[in-house]
């Protein structure tokens, strides 16, 4: 059984940083996709940063320039840097990894608060 578990989120105040990691319970090479979403109160779930197979990476226009996202085969992790926080980043945070059309799992999520 596939297990998502995300640490590291807080509270942080404007221009602060975080590094959130996503640990799986099983190898993450065979996840096709892996990605952070996010939602905030009040707010759908969006898609924040993805990774794939191959490294390739993509944000949501709100992030670039601030966040990171990898992936560590050996670790089985997937972290995501956040730098230069804003009070809008605010949500909870979810990891979500993909193996195929029918095959998708989620973490419980951590909350990332960020003071103005």
């Known amino acids: 059984q596939v297990q998502l578990v995300e640490s590291g989120g807080g509270l942080v105040q404007s221009g602060g940083s975080l590094r959130l990691s996503c640990a799986a319970s099983?190898?993450?090479?065979?996840?096709?996709?892996m990605r952070w979403y996010r939602q905030a109160p009040g707010k759908e779930r969006e898609v924040v940063a993805t990774i794939t197979s191959g490294d390739n990476t993509y944000y949501v226009d709100s992030v670039k320039g601030r966040f990171t996202i990898a992936r560590d085969n050996a670790k089985r992790t997937m972290d995501l840097q956040m730098n230069s926080l804003k009070p809008e980043d605010t949500a909870v945070y979810y990891c979500?990894?993909?193996?195929?059309?029918?095959?998708?799992?989620w973490g419980q999520g951590t909350q990332v608060t960020v003071s103005s």
């Open positions: 099983v190898s993450i090479f065979s996840f096709t996709i």
């Open positions: 979500n990894a993909v193996k195929n059309s029918y095959q998708s799992y």
